[in-house]
């Protein structure tokens, strides 16, 4: 066969990328990864942590230092510091976690005893709606309900989560619906017996056996096989892996020619790039920027780790969805986006949507499959499968613009240069014609946004009646 170069809207539906962006919040300019000591500071003075990524490094080796000693960590981004949580807090246990950098801060809950609390709220309240993980910053479990959790279905978790002890857990109230988000990145579509489903593209990466590949949503590999770069067009990929509902919610795709340039990097839109140079954990505290095919670039803070959601299943009206492992954040995503990129403004590979609550108008919780759990699974690797086109780097301090009616964009040639995230993030209202999916039908285990809330009816031509986006 011979190996052809095919066109780049084909080739790379450039991870997680599409022209629509509308631009409100800035991202920050380009930090380097690097950790500096304040001149003249003690041994002890806390590290300055110029990224989450030295962050997230810091926190593994004090977690294996520190032992069960260790009860979490967060990013505190003003002050460019790793917090460590430490129970039973000898002095040479606080002593070594202040050499090693990071502030410490003694708490009274363990790791284990809120895996309990978590094991707890598994067994008595798995309920459609639900989602539950830990938050270092107060050292508690907290418990979130969407706003189908009413009735005797609130009085259970209600009385459950009281059980379980205010210094141990909270509850609160979210205004959504917690549902997988089908989109994001780049715009990928297949076609299925109730009509046209819609994902988004995660991240290109290459499989075991070497040929180029991308991750997206677990729930978008099990509601379909084939997949294409636009509504009409013909497969360019195939599902190889997927895995929803359970421990994750992610998908290996292959692409069908083995020839395809599969570049590593995120397309947030105007034809500039952000490079993706390594696959990176997820800290609490920093800052994530998540793109999405339906709403264009968001930013915002990651609030919890190895979170659980109880999303209301699609084929059994009675039945749940659970997923567990996830990352929970505050930025915003909309139906369409699931699939779609969390990165780091230094081209940290962080995370897949994989659904939540509310809009980019009002805000709400949303969740995020881990990259390196995904990566671990399938045995892919992040990086480029193929030669691709090197391209200029972009004023940081550009903006991505605003692009209001930007259509149906399955990544179209937006490869052309690369770009700190620091275009810009914000303001997605109206993004062509890929605002809302209308009232939609659910395909096999997909699940379909119907009366969203902050969705519409689509001006037509990104996805017609019948669809679905996740």
């Known amino acids: 066969m011979s190996h052809k170069r095919i066109p780049k809207r084909k080739a790379a539906i450039a991870v997680g990328g599409v022209a629509a962006l509308g631009a409100a ?92 609390v978590a094991s707890t709220l598994k067994t008595k309240a798995t309920i459609p709606g639900t989602a539950w993980a830990v938050d270092p910053k107060t050292n508690k479990v907290v418990v979130t309900a969407d706003s189908t959790v009413t009735g005797t279905k609130w009085d259970t978790l209600e009385s459950t989560v009281q059980g379980l002890g205010s210094d141990m857990a909270t509850l609160k109230k979210s205004s959504g619906t917690f549902k997988p988000l089908v989109s994001g990145g780049d715009a990928i579509f297949s076609q299925v017996a109730d009509g046209t489903v819609r994902c988004s593209l995660g991240f290109n990466v290459t499989a075991s056996d070497g040929s180029p590949a991308f991750l997206t949503a677990g729930h978008c590999g099990v509601a379909a096989k084939d997949w294409s770069d636009s509504e009409t067009g013909e497969p360019i990929a195939t599902v190889d892996q997927a895995t929803f509902p359970g421990e994750g919610d992610f998908s290996l795709v292959k692409y069908n020619d083995p020839a395809t340039q599969a570049p590593s990097e995120v397309n947030v839109g105007n034809g500039q790039t952000v490079a993706i140079n390594q696959a990176v954990d997820a800290t609490v505290g920093e800052t994530v920027f998540r793109m999405g095919s339906t709403t264009g670039l968001h930013d915002g803070q990651v609030t919890g780790l190895d979170a659980t959601v109880n999303f209301q299943s699609e084929t059994d009206p009675n039945g749940v969805d659970t997923v567990t492992g996830l990352i929970q954040t505050n930025v915003c995503a909309e139906a369409g986006d699931s699939g779609g990129s969390l990165f780091t403004q230094d081209g940290g590979a962080v995370g897949m949507t994989s659904g939540g609550s509310g809009d980019c108008t009002s805000g709400g919780e949303t969740f995020f499959q881990p990259v390196t759990a995904a990566l671990q699974a399938t045995g892919a690797t992040l990086g480029d499968a193929g030669a691709g086109d090197a391209g200029a780097t972009a004023d940081p301090s550009a903006t991505a613009g605003d692009e209001n009616g930007a259509g149906d964009q399955a990544g179209g040639d937006q490869i052309g240069g690369t770009a700190d995230p620091s275009a810009t993030a914000g303001d997605q209202s109206g993004v062509g014609d890929e605002t809302g999916t209308g009232d939609e039908t659910g395909t096999g285990d997909e699940t379909g946004t119907g009366d969203q809330s902050g969705t519409g009816v689509n001006d037509g031509s990104a996805v017609d009646d019948g669809s679905s986006s996740h």
């Open 25 to 116: 919040a800035f991202l920050l300019p380009m930090a380097n990864a690097s950790q500096d000591n304040a001149s003249g500071a003690t041994a002890t003075a806390p590290k300055t942590l110029k990224s989450a990524t030295d962050a997230s490094d810091l926190a593994a080796q004090l977690q294996d230092l520190l032992g069960q000693a260790f009860a979490g960590s967060y990013y505190d981004s003003g002050k460019q510091q790793l917090v460590v949580n430490v129970i039973n807090g000898d002095n040479n246990i606080v002593v070594q976690a202040e050499k090693a950098g990071a502030v410490v801060r003694q708490v009274q809950n363990s790791n284990s005893e809120l895996a309990a």
